[in-house]
């Protein structure tokens, strides 16, 4: 089936012409196209850095690292027909501002089933509210990890995604910003949670309102976790690293606040 190359009037002619020669270069059916995914082939010449480098036990590559600041790798985002198709890791990189590829590629092409995914950029970009909303909507078909790194989250969005990655097995905030709610309950919206790692590396937390150190904004954190019985059953780590608070004094915290059994 041919997939319709949109234009835009305010496209330099250069680029509507590569687009169109794009489009003629991949003019395969659905079915080509998933075996030549299946085999981790594509009609362009990717460069190995832009495949993930796991592998299982046949030694063959399992997962897409998908650079959003290269022009191949897009377009392989645009015209590969993901939907319906199983791979094990899916990254998305270099997300930048106003850019909404990603978002488009989330929405219409997202695997029908994964085991981890992971979303960066390069510049501790704010999370902007319709890529969020994709992030969660497709949370449900991820079996093992997610990973969202490098952004600046909201209050709003980190309660609403840890509401949604709860039956994840592994989440990871890194190296982003977070903005601690000051109250919060979860124990309607974390029944049944699986979650067992929850990875904080290198993020800092904050208030816009007021200015408060890291171990009060910690803590406040923590005791929005609490308020989910499932979550005090299901934790069983926790990465502080580089996080700004002393291990001694997370783990006092996480004690006083039922998670007496999460390593850290």
């Not at 979860?186 to 904050?206: H, I, P, Q, V, Y």
């Not at 979550?231 to 608070?245: A, G, P, V």
Request: aromatic content about 10%; hydrophobic content about 35%.
């Amino acid at each position: 089936m041919e997939r319709s190359l949109q234009t835009s009037q305010t496209k330099s002619d250069e680029v509507i012409e590569f687009e169109k020669t794009t489009h003629k270069e991949n003019k395969k059916t659905d079915k080509e196209l998933r075996q030549a995914l299946e085999t981790n082939y594509y009609s362009y010449e990717f460069e190995d850095d832009y495949f993930n480098e796991d592998s299982d036990n046949n030694g063959n590559e399992e997962g897409y690292d998908i650079y959003f600041t290269s022009q191949r790798d897009m377009n392989f985002a645009k015209y590969a027909p993901f939907k319906g198709f199983k791979t094990n890791d899916l990254c998305l990189k270099n997300i930048t501002r106003g850019n909404n590829d990603a978002k488009s590629f989330l929405s219409s092409c997202y695997p029908e089933r994964i085991n981890m995914f992971r979303i960066s950029n390069q510049f501790c970009l704010k999370l902007n509210n319709s890529l969020f909303n994709e992030i969660v909507r497709v949370s449900n078909l991820i079996l093992k990890e997610i990973a969202i790194c490098e952004f600046k989250i909201t209050s709003t969005q980190f309660k609403r995604s840890i509401a949604s990655f709860a039956n994840v097995q592994t989440v990871k905030f890194q190296w982003c910003t977070v903005s601690v709610p000051n109250t919060c309950d979860f124990s309607k919206l974390m029944t049944n949670a699986k979650m067992k790692l929850l990875d904080l590396r290198g993020t800092m937390f904050e208030n816009p309102k007021e200015s408060e150190e890291t171990p009060k904004l910690f803590a406040k954190l923590i005791q929005c976790l609490a308020t989910s019985p499932d979550l005090k059953l299901s934790l069983k780590e926790m990465d502080i690293c580089f996080c700004d608070i002393e291990r001694e004094e997370a783990s006092i915290i996480l004690n006083q606040n039922g998670f007496d059994k999460v390593k850290i």
